[in-house]
C-alpha cells in the first residue's frame, strides 16, 4: 500500500511535509493547492508552495512532493501545469476539484465545479496534453457539490480526460468534515473506474485505515488532519511504533523552530499554534499546552513554552 499526506491548505507547508516523512510512512507528499488565473504563475509562486522544486521535486527524506493546481480555467490551468512540469521538473501534477472554502468556490473552482462534469473533463483533458508523457497526472474530488448524485460521472469524466490516479474524500462539500465519512461511496466510484484510486477521510488511526480499507476496497490511503494530530500515524498504519508525548515534543519544538525563520511571523505564530490544538486530539498534553499558549501574539513567547516544555519531557 501507499500512504499519500494530504495537501491541507494554511497546514501542510514545507516544515510540516519534511518533518512528517522523517517521522516516517508516508510514500508520497502532495502541495497546499496553487491558485492560478489568467496567466502562468511566476516561479516564486511555485516556490512559495513547493521549495522542494529546487531539490529534484523531493523532502528532504527523499519523499516526492507533487503540485497541486487549482483553478476554473482549462486553458490558464494548462498553461500552469505545463510550466510546473516542463521548466520546474515538477514530478508530478494533481487538480483540486475538492476544496470547500467559500471564497474559493465562489470564484467557481475545488469542489463547485463537481457541479459540471464537463468542465471537469475539459480542465483534465487541457492539462493532459501539456504536460510531459512521463509525468503522472492526479486529481483529488470529493462526492459532489451539495449531493453525490454527480460522483460517479465527475470521476469517469476525469479518467476519460487522462487523469491517471483519483484521490477521493468520501464527503460532499456540504457535509464539509462532518463525520462521517461515505467510503461505500469509494467503493462505487472505485468500481466504476479503470484507474487507482485512494480513498481519503475521516482517518484518525491504525483501526479507522484498516477499516477505510475495507469498506472501499482501496489498497492505497490519504491522510491529513489524522496525521497531523497523530504524527505517527503513517508508520503505525505500516506497523511502526505510535510516538509517545516526550518524542513528538522534540518534533513540536524543531516545527517552531522553522517557524521563527520565516518572514511572516504573524502566520508563524497561528501555524505554532494550530499545530498544538489539533495534537490535543491525540495527547491531553497538548490541551495543557494550547492553554498556555493560546493568547500569546509573539511566536519567539510561544517557542520559548514549546521549548521549555520539550525539555521538561
Given at each position: ?253 524543531s516545527y517552531c523552530a522553522n517557524m521563527l525563520d520565516t518572514d511572516r511571523p504573524k502566520w508563524g505564530e497561528g501555524r505554532m499554534k494550530q499545530w498544538i490544538k489539533l495534537l490535543g486530539r ?32
Amino acid at each position: 500500500m501507499t500512504i499519500t499526506l494530504a495537501p491541507m491548505e494554511g497546514v501542510v507547508d514545507v516544515y510540516m511535509r519534511d518533518m512528517l516523512t522523517k517521522v516516517g510512512g508516508f510514500d508520497l507528499c502532495v502541495t497546499e493547492f496553487v491558485r492560478v488565473s489568467q496567466v502562468v504563475a511566476p516561479d516564486e509562486w511555485f516556490y512559495k508552495y513547493c521549495p522542494e522544486l529546487k531539490t529534484d521535486g523531493k523532502t528532504q527524506n527523499g519523499i516526492p512532493v507533487h503540485v497541486q493546481l487549482m483553478g476554473g480555467e482549462a486553458d490558464v490551468m494548462a498553461m500552469n501545469a505545463g510550466h510546473a512540469a516542463y521548466e520546474l521538473k515538477a514530478p508530478g501534477i494533481d487538480l483540486n476539484f475538492g476544496c470547500p472554502a467559500k471564497a474559493v468556490n465562489r470564484h467557481m473552482a475545488g469542489a463547485a465545479l463537481l457541479q459540471w462534469p464537463e468542465k471537469l473533463y475539459d480542465i483534465a483533458h487541457a492539462v493532459k496534453q501539456a504536460m510531459p508523457d512521463d509525468v503522472p497526472l492526479s486529481a483529488k474530488m470529493r462526492l459532489g457539490f451539495e449531493d453525490k448524485s454527480l460522483a460517479i460521472e465527475n470521476a469517469q469524466n476525469l479518467v476519460a480526460a487522462g487523469v491517471e490516479k483519483l484521490t477521493v474524500h468520501a464527503r460532499t462539500k456540504l457535509e464539509g468534515y462532518k463525520a462521517p465519512a461515505h467510503w461505500e461511496w469509494i467503493a462505487r466510484i472505485r468500481e466504476a473506474v479503470d484507474i487507482r484510486v485512494v480513498a481519503n477521510g475521516e482517518v484518525w488511526s491504525p483501526e479507522d485505515a484498516k477499516e477505510c480499507l475495507k469498506v472501499s476496497g482501496c489498497t492505497d490511503i490519504m491522510i491529513g488532519r489524522g496525521a497531523i494530530a497523530r504524527p505517527s500515524l503513517a508508520r503505525e498504519i505500516k506497523g511502526g511504533d505510535f510516538a509517545q508525548w516526550p518524542e513528538v515534543m522534540g518534533w513540536l519544538q524543531s516545527y517552531c523552530a522553522n517557524m521563527l525563520d520565516t518572514d511572516r511571523p504573524k502566520w508563524g505564530e497561528g501555524r505554532m499554534k494550530q499545530w498544538i490544538k489539533l495534537l490535543g486530539r491525540t495527547y491531553p498534553e497538548a490541551k495543557v499546552l494550547f492553554d498556555e499558549v493560546k493568547l500569546l501574539k509573539d511566536p519567539n513567547l510561544i517557542y520559548d513554552v514549546v521549548s521549555k516544555k520539550a525539555t521538561a519531557a
